[in-house]
């Protein structure tokens, strides 16, 4: 894999390359939803961790890429309309789950940070190339695990450490196999929009 940045224009993250139209504000609108749901569909993968309230499941990565692909304003407005409209009973949390106040809803708020910040970087080129996708993908979870793992030790009662390895530990390979994906897909679409351009 090439670490190579595509040429296409700078400041652009991949939705800002759909064709020109003159309602965009109906195609943001339109992004923003579609970036709620596909958080909520992979939201429900979801795979048990024995001995954690939290499971697997793809809205992590799903909310990183909402992020990249939209940038910063739009991806926190999808995220913040997935957290809303979660909160207000729509079962498309983890699981099928809804409402604030779970175990895991700290790292649905962490995926609202994340997906603003890496949203940024993605304007700034950290999606164009194998290494940068990467930094900008273990920041990313970083930050969900920084909003996730307090909020779990503080709504179950658990202890820093037991946090840690009951909302960390066991997620880590997961996100390794997700940043490697992104790894791939985001550099290679830039490559592809930067032949079509």
Known sequence: ??????????????????????????????????????????????????????????QTFAALLVGTALGARRGFLSLAMYALVGMAGIPWF???SSGAGGASFGYVLGMLLAATVVGDLARRGGDRSVLRTAGTMVLGSAIIYAVGVPYLALSTGMSASAAIAAGLVPFLLGDALKAALAMGALPAAWKLVGRRG
């Open 94 to 96: 983890a699981g099928g």
């Open 1 to 58: 894999m090439s670490t190579a940045a595509a040429p296409v224009r700078t400041g652009a993250v991949l939705a800002d390359l759909l064709p020109a139209v003159r309602h965009r504000y109906a195609v943001d609108t339109a992004l923003v939803v579609g970036g709620a749901a596909l958080t909520g569909i992979a939201a429900q993968i979801a795979v048990p961790v024995p001995g954690s309230p939290v499971p697997v499941t793809g």
